[in-house]
């Protein structure tokens, strides 16, 4: 299957842990992204990379930390977990010339 | 600065209804813009986007400029379209630019 596929799809954590989500996309696209989906629904843009380039980024608690190995992953490290990370996060991905990006399942992250 | 709008959180129709999901943009420059789509328990998905002037499952959507609008229509709603929609514009460059989203419209279709 083409896609954008995340893991864990689920992640339940205690507050002040750390922990990665990974993203990898095989569908041959230069541009990855992190959105993040709070509890009512808002989707927001965190960060974005071009080939291995980290072109945006919101802002967003340097607790966060995304790491591009190659253009086809982009995984994102959160330390010191803190109750309002608590969200669906989104991986998603682009072409060059192309404005139309494909979405991750997502990943729902829980603090307690 | 830039901004998506989309005043209605829930909307609720019954099936064969008319549907309109409103959406209204604040951008300096000319938009791009594009309606994505959550069923439940799937990811989001694109289902239009204005450039390509196109119809999907009956959906349309046509950028008005003069009203800053996008609103997102379908003449008879079907009960598998009940779904979260969002309005979206790219700001940036097409290809690396972020999207900027509505807070989401959350369509109902009854029996």
């Known amino acids: 299957d083409t896609a954008v596929s995340q893991t864990p799809k689920y992640l339940v954590t205690q507050m002040g842990n750390d922990k990665s989500i990974k993203c990898e996309q095989n569908?041959?696209?230069?541009?990855m992204y992190w959105y993040k989906q709070d509890s009512k629904k808002f989707l927001k843009i965190m960060f974005s990379?071009?080939?291995?380039?980290?072109?945006i980024n919101e802002t967003v608690p340097n607790r966060f930390s995304p790491k591009s190995p190659d253009k086809a992953h982009l995984n994102l490290h959160i330390n010191s977990l803190e109750l309002g990370d608590s969200a669906v996060y989104f991986c998603?991905?682009?072409?060059?010339?192309?404005?139309?990006?494909?979405f991750g399942p997502g990943t729902r992250l829980t603090v307690l | 600065a830039q901004r998506v709008t989309q005043p209605e959180k829930l909307l609720s129709v019954f099936k064969g209804a008319p549907v309109e999901l409103k959406c209204n943009y604040s951008?300096?420059?000319?938009?791009?813009l594009f309606w994505y789509v959550q069923y439940s328990r799937q990811r989001l998905q694109l289902l239009l986007r204005?450039?390509s002037r196109e119809s999907i499952k009956g959906f349309t959507a046509d950028l008005n400029k003069g009203e800053t609008s996008f609103h997102l229509k379908k003449p008879f709603a079907q009960e598998e379209d009940s779904a979260m929609y969002y309005c979206?514009?790219?700001?940036?460059?097409?290809?690396?630019?972020?999207?900027?989203f509505g807070q989401g419209t959350t369509l109902q279709v009854k029996p």
């Open positions: 569908l041959g696209h230069d541009t």
């Open positions: 990379y071009n080939n291995k380039e980290l072109i």
């Open positions: 204005h450039i």
């Open positions: 951008y300096s420059g000319s938009p791009e």
């Open positions: 979206a514009l790219i700001h940036g460059s097409s290809n690396t630019g972020k999207l900027i």
């Open positions: 998603a991905s682009s072409h060059n010339g192309e404005s139309r990006q494909f």
